[in-house]
């Protein structure tokens, strides 16, 4: 882990054992309590410092009661040392605010689109929604708006899903840390959700609502770097 330009694997992030800290996706994020704006803010100031001494460049959110934090290494798209050292600077601090991670609920969100147009499109919703196309994706730098993605419709391989009888074209992929998946899951399957695939878990899993609108579960496990 000592090459600050080397993305590391989903294992290396996790043997990293940062306890308030789980990879979502292409990020290593964090949630702290900090109950107050006060705190949040003095939190923040901290943040603020490490980075630009590290020249690194995390997103940061403040709100009254939380603070939350997103790390990824931009130049390769991935994370690295640099993320993970920076991270237990983060938390450190946060300790020293008596500000508490609550890793159990962080989550991401991207929309995806079954489109057999996807470049017509992706430059359709960049304009609507103020984002960029990047990679045939549209993103929004400022995270005000979920990503958007693409894929064909009626596409096969081996974890295709079975044939659905309600009309769907958008789905969620809702990323969560790969250890509170279960916990996840079962919550939805308590509230009337139905599991219709775990053919691709721990990548993922579908789900359908109560009309037979699937959306995606999804975690870093079983993915390449």
């Avoid at 460049?57 to 009661?65: D, M, N, Q």
């Avoid at 995270?143 to 096969?156: D, F, K, L, S």
């Avoid at 659905?164 to 998946?181: G, S």
């Avoid at 990548?203 to 359908?208: G, L, Q």
């Amino acid at each position: 882990m000592s090459d600050p330009k080397q993305r590391l694997t989903p294992a290396e992030v996790e043997a990293a054992g940062l306890a308030d800290w789980r990879q979502v996706f292409d990020t290593i994020r964090a949630r702290f309590r900090t109950g107050d704006f006060a705190t949040g803010l003095a939190l923040v100031n901290r943040i603020g410092e490490a980075a630009e001494a590290a020249d690194h460049h995390p997103e940061v959110t403040l709100s009254y009661p939380e603070v939350l934090v997103a790390l990824n290494s931009h130049d390769v798209r991935g994370i690295t040392s640099r993320d993970i050292h920076l991270a237990r600077q983060i938390s450190a601090y946060a300790a020293e605010l008596g500000a508490a991670a609550d890793v159990a609920s962080i989550t991401q969100v991207e929309l995806g689109l079954d489109t057999s147009r996807s470049e017509a499109n992706a430059a359709i919703y960049a304009a609507l929604l103020g984002g960029k196309v990047d990679e045939d994706m549209v993103r929004d730098p400022s995270g005000q708006v979920p990503t958007i993605w693409w894929q064909q419709p009626g596409e096969e391989d081996e974890w295709s899903l079975p044939p659905t009888e309600v009309p769907q074209r958008w789905h969620l992929d809702v990323w969560v840390p790969a250890d509170e998946a279960p916990a996840r899951l079962a919550a939805v399957i308590e509230a009337g959700g139905r599991l219709v695939s775990d053919v691709a878990a721990p990548a993922y899993w579908v789900i359908e609502d109560a009309d037979g609108n699937r959306s995606c579960l999804c975690t870093s496990s079983d993915r390449e770097p």
